[in-house]
């Protein structure tokens, strides 16, 4: 059979036909060789079928990829790994956060700002320049779920309130300027085509085209926790609850691993990985 006759199903449900060249570019994209490539290729195109699911072609080449080089795995897991920051959503706005940190903001987890109307729990608030940035998180734990029009239509209607007490209050220390909404899975049309319209910056996985967060997160080496393949969820969790949620954190402070009874040569693979993931 081709490739161009493969039906693959992806984590939607949705039936599309699969393409070596996105795989390929996938690989190409954390930093594989080509040798490694092109084995991986070769070996997950021997195991295709009709009908095989998007999920069983990662595991795959996750697999393959671990064998290889165990950082280039954790790279290749990067959007799984943002799933598991869940159950809840405040990790993930932990990690939105910590990212805005290192781009230069100076930014509050959890404000409560006061509207026009009513007063309003923000996820992110972001400061930079004199300027405000106010920062809505939609967390899914689970692939297939996109935004809909309906998120950009509530969260404007919150910027538009808190705006328009701020713009009426002369004692105001910034100026807010901007209202965004941050995603780990994609918005519908409908949500990107009202978020233009109205001026909220959307974002997520994948777009604005090259900005997406897997752009940013690989850009500047902020990989998440969850990401590692050698630590367990056990100790992930551990780390998560004390508001670790970065790689490169970690790297800073390895005394965690110490708490977690973590043996000196495991440590040291475990941020032998990270340095490596994160170039730290």
Known sequence: MKENELDIIKASGEKVKFSL?????????????NTIVEQI?????DELYQGISTKEIYNRAFSLLKKEKSYLASKYKLKKAIYELGPTGFPFERFVSTILDYSGYNTTVGKVLQGLCVTH??????????????????????????CNVKIPLYINSRYQDIKAYRDSNSKKVTTLTQGWVVTNTRFTKGAL????????YLLSWDYPKKNGLKDRIDRLGLYPITVSTLLTKREKQFLLSRDMVLCRELAKDSFYLDHLGVSEARKEKILNEIKLLCNC
């Not at 290729?41 to 195109?45: A, L, Y």
């Open 21 to 33: 060249n996105k795989l390929r570019s996938s690989l190409k994209r954390i930093g594989a060789d």
């Open 41 to 45: 290729i070769d070996k997950v195109r």
């Open 121 to 146: 729990e923000i996820d992110v608030l972001a400061d930079k320049d004199n300027e405000s940035t106010i920062i809505e998180c939609k967390f899914h734990s689970q692939q297939g779920l996109n």
């Open 193 to 200: 085509q009202y978020g233009k319209c109205c001026g909220l």
